[in-house]
């Protein structure tokens, strides 16, 4: 024993075992013990492994690793290791008002304090719905302990009368039909409810499939893990070899800084390009980028990811879910045919010890209709844009999701490619949308460009996912089912408008969308990626001259704490002080 421990002292073992302290080791042992740990274990060369649990009853998204946890603890036992189970503030997607993405910044602080604060030598981080991965990532990232993500898994695919149902994607275009008069409430309510038939998250390629394949794709889960529906016996299988994993990782002394690379954030970008990933990601993965002290910017989406084409056929940009997305092979499958293109920066490490190119050895599709090569995709150029002007500083826009339609009608002028001129209408917000979009004094048509705006992370607070706004009902009736949408805001990753969100900085901060009105020409150019508001100068600086920020209601204690302290989208929306913070755990709080 003794000579174990001078090959390595554990940082839980500053709590269980220091001689030099016996009070306070006493304090921890016998208040440990007696939920029947006994001295032994907790003063052995076992390491603690904390387990995040982030499902619960308030989380449904992800309350399969309720159920996952016996195998994820019987992992790390036969591996050597302590576990102990802890709770994540929830962040539940579809439940937690005013927006989830306020929350993600709060579970992210508690998070840290926890793996901080504990003994703790290492954590599997249980993920799944949209926030949790990021916000269980820029955790990891911020301590650097030795961390490995275990996604729940999406749930089993949907079906309605005898048609696939995904998650969000049917609820768009049951909202149409709605719209149209086609359905009517009790048929849009068992629509949306058919495409969730099992525990697990969105089964579509929405924001938790696209972040649990970030995850993966910067190497900070094992090979295979993500696309594994809930309810599999491989997604049990996959919970015991992470808890397996993550004990030896603590031996080994990998870290998320050995894994959170720039090299590895290049292939997530690469990745979510190739899937048709959500416009989520790019605020996320710039969160967990500076939380790891990594390098990256908002306009490395359409450096690094524009030229990559969509080999993922899976909704919203294509046409399957989940369990033929795990069946043609998941991201491993997807990432083994971009790196025969030579897409992927190989030498990236990973949780598994070894780089992201070794474990992708004999990877590739298994199914051609789901997932296909790249050298005969889906669409070529699958990436986001990046657009700026004289409304914002950037904004993205998905291309993956622009159909033949949309093209056709807005962007394919004879001699103006790619080119849309317009007259804005905008809207303060969800509310006012809702009660005017029918008004037919706004004179919406063919030719209006919608505007949202107030929706930001300060504006609304935490930036909510309005920014796919539905044309008119009138409008719809005729058989225009998108009109181009702008906002500060962001929308679900499972709808399939090409709209042009994340506009930072937002118009609550004074960015350019506060100055637009109703009326005003605007001009999207997507060739030289600009959208502007056709406005005089001398006019534009009267309007900001004349600006004053709006008034900020607070609800809850955290809003406001919030709002004082939390960055743009553009910069991943992250608690601005919280980025000062790099690799705490070498630093040990007291006794
Ligand atoms: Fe939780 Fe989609 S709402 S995963
Ligand atoms: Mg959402």
Redesign the pocket.
């Known amino acids: 024993m003794t000579d174990t421990r001078a090959r390595r002292r554990f940082r839980s073992q500053e709590w269980f075992d220091n001689p030099n302290n016996p009070g306070m080791t006493a304090l921890y042992l016998e208040r440990y013990q007696n939920q029947g740990y006994t001295r032994e274990e907790l003063q052995s060369e076992r390491p603690v492994i904390g387990i995040a649990q982030t499902g619960s009853d308030l989380a449904p998204c992800n309350k399969i690793h309720v159920f996952l946890m016996d195998r994820i603890k019987a992992g790390i036992r036969d591996a050597g290791g302590i576990p102990m189970e802890f709770p994540v503030h929830p962040i539940q997607?579809t439940g937690k008002r005013p927006t989830a993405a306020l929350d993600r910044n709060l579970a992210y602080l508690g998070l840290v304090e926890v793996l901080h604060g504990y003994p703790i030598d290492g954590v599997v981080l249980t993920t799944g719905c949209?926030k949790t991965t990021p916000a269980m990532l820029m955790g990891a990232a911020t301590v650097d302990l030795p961390a490995i993500a275990l996604n729940g898994g999406p749930m089993l695919d949907g079906w309605w009368n005898g048609r696939l149902a995904g998650s969000g994607t049917i609820i768009w275009e049951s909202r149409r039909l709605l719209a149209e008069g086609a359905i009517d409430y009790d048929e849009f309510i068992s629509r949306a409810c058919a495409s969730a038939p099992s525990l697990g998250h969105c089964n579509t390629m929405?924001?938790a499939s696209t972040m649990n394949a970030m995850a993966e794709a910067l190497g900070m889960s094992l090979t295979g893990c993500s696309a594994i529906p809930a309810p599999f016996r491989e997604r049990m299988s996959m919970a015991y070899k992470t808890g397996r994993r993550i004990v030896e990782m603590v031996h080994e002394d990998l870290k998320p800084s050995d894994i959170l690379t720039r090299e590895a954030f290049e292939n997530a970008i690469v990745v979510n390009s190739a899937i048709g990933g959500s416009t989520n990601a790019p605020p996320h993965l710039q969160a967990v980028a500076r939380h790891a002290g990594v390098d990256l910017h908002v306009s490395d989406w359409q450096k690094v990811g524009f030229d990559v084409p969509l080999i993922l056929n899976m909704q919203p940009a294509g046409e399957y879910l989940g369990e033929s997305f795990y069946r043609a092979g998941g991201v491993p499958a997807v990432m083994g045919e971009l790196m025969k293109a030579g897409r992927l920066n190989a030498g990236a490490m990973t949780v598994t010890g070894r780089p992201m190119g070794e474990n992708l050895q004999g990877w590739e599709s298994r199914d051609r209709d789901v997932i296909l090569p790249v050298d005969a995709p889906l669409r070529e150029n699958a990436g986001f844009l990046m657009l700026s002007g004289n409304l914002f500083d950037s904004a993205l826009m998905k291309t993956s999701v622009i159909s033949p339609d949309f093209r056709q009608r807005f962007l394919s002028k004879p001699g103006s490619e790619g080119i849309f001129e317009g007259r804005a209408v905008v809207f303060e917000g969800p509310e006012d949308y809702h009660e005017r979009i029918n008004d037919p004094s706004l004179g919406i048509g063919e030719d209006t460009v919608l505007f949202i705006r107030g929706v930001g992370c300060v504006g609304y607070p935490g930036s909510a996912?309005v920014v796919n706004m539905q044309p008119p009902d009138a409008l719809i009736r005729a058989g225009i089912n998108h009109l181009p949408t702008v906002g500060d805001g962001r929308q679900?990753?499972t709808s399939e408008s090409p709209s042009i969100l994340n506009a930072s900085p937002e118009a609550a901060v004074g960015g350019g969308l506060a100055f637009l009105q109703t009326g005003d020409r605007v001009r999207l150019d997507l060739n030289a990626c600009t959208l502007d508001a056709l406005v005089p100068d001398e006019e534009w600086a009267a309007r900001r001259a004349d600006w004053t920020a709006p008034e900020l209601r607070h609800q809850t204690p955290w809003q406001e704490i919030y709002r004082k302290n939390v960055g743009q989208l553009a910069d991943g929306g992250c608690l601005e002080l919280a980025t000062a913070y790099h690799r705490i755990v070498r630093d040990l709080p007291r006794d």
């Open positions: 997607e949209d929405g924001t996912e679900s990753g």
